[in-house]
């Protein structure tokens, strides 16, 4: 009786590769899902504190590049202080975050919120993700990308969900309780089951690159100081020009400079393979498909529709219906296909809904939307997954963290300078739509250039197969 007990028990125990896997997404999603809700309800901050529209731009963009920035501290941490440690301090500032966002009494309170939240899912992103994958067993690894696109993607659609929610309801400061939450049962979670397998290492020098360190720390201030300054210099188009060219000039100063470091935070060489390279630009373009395509046919319901703001909001859950049939496609086609024909399928999607939407119109009926916006976020899902995919196996196994750190960067920190241009360069629905249709063809044109590369590597391997050991 008592072995029956014991067998019964340990078949009730979680695997250690769901267990990693909630612990990734409850540390990534929130954070995530703060920079696709606040587009939604950035019209209530500004009542809130009565700044400039132009101002608006400040906490989505100071979220966005304190992410970026931290994205290479976090393998760096991971080896001087361990995984857990750092897992529990990134999250304690993004609980901390979170409480500042809350309460904030002025529009300073909520920056600095921003700021904390976006460098705790910065730190703990590139912490998690190869942990994950790792964490599967060989012959399973195909089924680690239902995490990382449910999990992942599915809090970025969720977002939008309680953005909406949040106009509907005419508040915004719950979203930033709700954010906290999550990241104080992140961190409860890791006390019990999050262990350090791999002890830190203080004595071994795995990067020190003071002169990288020194460069971001300079690249975050000057963008403070700029977001900072926004409303005060915004007016004329060509200040974002130069803003979004900055950003853009700083990555190419960062990429020259890292090139001499013996062990550098981000390993520009190694992105510039074609397979790599092509991932990379998938999902910087599926990227701008999203932004021109889901957050902007919400304002084009509101008005073109008349929709009261509880129906808009009960809209925005079907894109949820997308991120799983976007998961499912991707776990069961990735290895048997590759990413170039994965991209493909979900780049084709994309143009499908786009051209629909460019010629969207009160004669279309509204019972299409919920099949349009569930579409679009599934070939946007799939596109996402297949170019971050073949963008970390493009290359030796061995430097899949270096690559995949580098590939997580310039994705993230090109995110603010593309949202502000698309922001300032579209004047009206249609503008947005042709920009989509463009973004969508070229997903389309680039996923065929992953495909002529190859498959590249698998997920998932037979056990037999000796694997090389990755370097966290």
Known sequence: MILSRRTTHRNLKIP???RVSILA???????????SALPFFQSLVQLSFGVPPHSLFSPGIIGLTALALCIPLGPVLRHKLGARR??????????????LAAVSPVLLWLLLGRFLQGAATGVILMIMLPMLVLSFPMEKRNYSLLTLIG?????????????AAAVHLNEWRWIFY????????????CHFT????????????????????ALLAFVSVTILVTVNNLDKW?????DDWIFAGGILITIIIIGFAERTAEHPLLSFKMIIEPKPLLGMLITICSNVVMVCSLFTVQSQLRNLYRISSGQHMLLF???????????VVCTLFYDKIGPGLLGVIGALVMVTVSIQWLFLNESHSLLFMPYNLILMTAGIGIAVGAGLMGAALGGPLTHLVERMTTVQFIRFYLNPAISVLIAKASLNYTHYYVTALIGSIVVLCLSLGVHGTGKGHKLAHKPHIKEQILRI
């Open 86 to 99: 750092t897992y529990q301090i990134a999250m304690a500032l993004f609980v901390l975050g979170s409480l």
């Open 25 to 35: 997404v409850l540390a990534v999603g929130p954070g995530l899902m703060m920079n």
């Open 16 to 18: 250690k590769h769901w």
């Open 234 to 238: 915004a007016g004329m188009a060509l």
């Open 194 to 213: 999050l262990k350090d397998e791999h002890p830190p290492h203080p004595e071994v020098k795995i990067s020190q690159d003071r002169a990288g360190l």
């Open 178 to 189: 709700v954010s906290g939450a999550i990241a104080v049962i992140a961190l409860i979670l």
């Open 151 to 163: 999990g992942f993607f599915g809090f970025a659609v969720t977002g939008m969900f309680l953005g």
């Open 317 to 327: 859950l079907f894109p949820l219906i997308g991120v799983i049939i976007a998961a």
